[in-house]
């Protein structure tokens, strides 16, 4: 060991604890994250149900955002009052007992990687339907639950190593067996350091791996959706089917806004995680026990930035929502005001077209009433290409000009000629 290390074990660490200002800096910031992602999420959770019961979302896609909003909402609730305590007030000393270390790292791992990986699954079933989709419709019902499970899964068994690799323990120096200066705090545990280099590293490749995976579908389905309108990919043999239009441009637009989120997530993913990883391997790099003080300043400088921006991204993600979705951010105003005035999509579209059908019947009908012997010749020329003559001429009346004058107020309709 180096004689700076030397120097730096024998002065008191305690003294790198953050000022009384810069703790009730980072509470009172902490506590708005916290505030504003319980809300926003929880909010998030109703919104999603409320555009499922009303036909503007599918099930599938409504199960990926509720498990991303759960994610997000226990690593809030399980991390940021831990974290606020043990990492600012009084970040050399635990007296929260081993078990209750490793438990806390082991959830607090999964829950954050069950947010990473709940995007995956999202991007890639949006990807099949997107990019193959007589595949997608090939696969059974259950797929969403299947993706789902899948990802919490993986969570755990990213997670499972910080079980046994991290516990309550103080600073031991190189050449001692027994903690240093009676400091203790929930970390690494120096007899399980392999196991802890393996779980960082390998779940820092986990996050890289779907940060790439996530950016090359979008770009995928981005250049689906380039393609002519009334076409879809993806037939037979690598044909070409055609669809209606006006189902094309319908689905093509709520893609669009799939293809936005997705993406606007994968760059907060990298923004916000990024500097968090960048502790967490400075934390595997070195064992503590070659830590020196200007090291360990660096660390303990850069945790609340990396816990900040770490913690953002789970407050970010129903802003997220509200960008790419003008009816998202509808509904989730209501929901805040308690004044739920949304109505179905399918009685929606009827008064639309109803609508459509009044205004198009009163463009017409000064047409239909001003000249009365031109529009009867007209009928009647239509009418001589179908099975006798139009009865529209049977509004002509014999017994008189005032009741004809009345029949001839009565305009036909396009299912009548």
Known sequence: MDTEAEVAEEKNWRDLEPSYSVKVFLTVLYSLILVTGIVGNAVTIRVTQVLLQNGYLHKNVTDHMVSLACSDLLVLIIGMPVELYSAIWFPFSSTSGNVNCK??????????????????????????????????????????????????LMSVLVALPLLFATGTQGHIPARKSVPDQNVTFCTNLRERWVMYQVSISGAFVVY?????????????????????????????????????????????MARKQTIIFLGLIVGALTVCWMPNQVRRLMGAAVPKSGWTRAYFRSYV???????????????????????????????????LRCRLTIEHVNKRTVRSAASGAVAS???????????????????????????????????????????????MDKVPTETEI
């Open 103 to 152: 438990v806390y790292n082991f959830l607090f791992e999964a829950c954050s990687y069950a947010t990473i990986l709940n995007v995956a699954t999202l991007s890639f079933e949006r990807y099949m339907a997107i990019c193959h989709p007589f595949r997608f419709k090939a696969l059974a019902r259950n797929h969403t639950s299947t993706l789902i499970a899948f990802a919490w």
């Open 208 to 252: 890289m791996v779907v940060l790439v995976g996530v950016a090359v579908m979008c770009r995928a389905m981005i250049l689906v959706l380039r393609k002519p309108m009334g076409s879809v990919a993806g037939g037979i043999n690598g044909s070409t089917e055609a669809a209606p239009k006006h189902e094309s441009s319908r689905v093509k």
């Open 301 to 335: 400088t850069l945790q609340p930035v990396a816990d900040t921006f770490f913690y953002l991204s789970s407050v970010l993600n129903p802003l997220l929502y509200n960008l790419s979705s003008q009816q998202f951010r509808k509904v989730f105003v209501q929901v």
């Open 361 to 407: 019947t009163r463009s017409r009908r000064p047409l239909l009433s001003l000249h009365r012997g031109h529009t009867e010749r007209s009928a009647a020329a239509r009418g001589k290409t179908r099975d006798g003559p139009l009865r529209f001429l049977t509004f002509k009346s014999d017994s008189g000009s005032g009741d004809a004058s009345k029949a």
